[in-house]
């Protein structure tokens, strides 16, 4: 056997790769026998699917929630009209408002799903006959 400072500096970084890889593959081994990964897949499932505690303010929250979409919404259009009209006005309406028009109208139709989707969750099913 050759002493280590005779052996190409090569081989030393692939042997090295070598026990780093079979260290980790022993470590994802025992966290698997362990059952440490369905306790991690467990809560990151419930982290996705938060549960709801019910509450008496729920309804109106939802109300708020629309409202305030509503508003960002017009304001958001608001905005885009103000600088088109205050800075370089011109007859046409410019590219950039039109894609802020649009990125405004998209953001607000996803947001307006997502409360919907919230609403068939169990939380509402439970509360609402």
């Known amino acids: ?19 780093i890889v079979l260290v980790l593959f022993i470590l994802a081994l025992i966290g698997w026998l362990s059952g440490g990964w369905e306790q991690a897949g467990a809560a990151q499932t419930q982290q996705s699917n938060p549960t709801w505690v019910p509450s ?51 953001a607000y139709i996803r947001s307006m799903e997502s409360i919907e989707k919230r609403e068939q969750l169990p939380r509402w099913q439970e509360k609402k006959p």
């Open 1 to 19: 056997m050759k002493p280590p400072d005779q052996v190409p500096l090569l081989h030393r970084a692939i042997l090295a790769f070598l026990i």
């Open 56 to 106: 008496k303010w729920d309804d109106h929250i939802d109300a708020l929630e629309r409202q305030a979409l509503d508003e960002a919404f017009k304001k958001h259009i608001m905005a885009l009209y103000s600088v088109w009209v205050t800075d370089n006005y011109e007859p046409r309406i410019p590219p950039k408002a039109l894609t802020g028009a649009r990125n405004a109208r998209d």
